[in-house]
């Protein structure tokens, strides 16, 4: 049985494969190794510079930190004087064993570019506000990304996306227009273990998110933060 912090290890190279696929579709390029994903040119909204993905490199990783915009620290271990950066916030990873499920009512996965605009928007109005369109249709063209949506009519009201890896499924952008969605992260579990075909699913979360995942089963797996300059 894996180790929590294996885990974390496979949750954060899950997350780096998202912002990667991300960084693609977008014509932006990025670098990789054992020890940290970097975007090369400078990365979209709401996206990292670099990400953690070696709990015990710990000194390389400062000095590669060293002068960059935002790092993902996905293991809450570097020296944050050392780096000149703070703390923009704090979040646990999540893991769920749950096998594959079936598409939950009302959902659907986003299949060309003018529904995923129409995604982009709503998950805008749920606060994620940015000029940029950071989802293009160059995204529906990768076969390991996936969005998903829960209408109401024809109103896009909730939706998430899924990125596959060899062992996992993350799923990320959960968003919602109803208060207190009481469904929303039970069904995006359901949502995005239709990408994961019985792989577990990852992702990370704080605050009444977290809350709300982990009452329809994810479990804690360890913690990370956004640093910023």
Known sequence: ?????????IAANNNADLCAAIMAANGL???????????????LPYYPKMITLNPIATD????????????????SCLDVDLVGMQVAF???????????????AKWRRIENAHDLAKWHKAWGGDGSQTDTEIFTPECLKDPNLA??????????EAGCIA???????????VFSAI???????????????????????????RGADLEAATSVGFQPIGSLRLLIR
Do not use: H
């Open 1 to 9: 049985m894996l180790s929590t912090q294996n885990q974390a290890q």
């Open 29 to 43: 390029r990025t670098e990789r190794n054992e020890n940290a994903y970097i975007c090369i040119d400078d990365p």
């Open 60 to 75: 390389e990783l400062n000095e590669r930190a060293k002068g960059l915009s935002g790092v993902k620290d996905s293991f």
């Open 90 to 104: 704090d979040a646990t990873w999540i893991w769920s064993e749950t096998k594959q499920q079936t598409m939950p």
């Open 147 to 156: 969005f998903f949506a829960r209408l109401s009519g024809m109103t896009m």
């Open 163 to 173: 990125n596959l890896s060899e062992a996992v499924v993350g799923m990320s952008n």
């Open 179 to 205: 208060s207190n969605d009481q469904s929303l992260f039970g069904d995006a579990l359901s949502a995005v273990s239709t990408v994961g075909i019985g792989r577990p699913v990852v992702g990370y979360e």
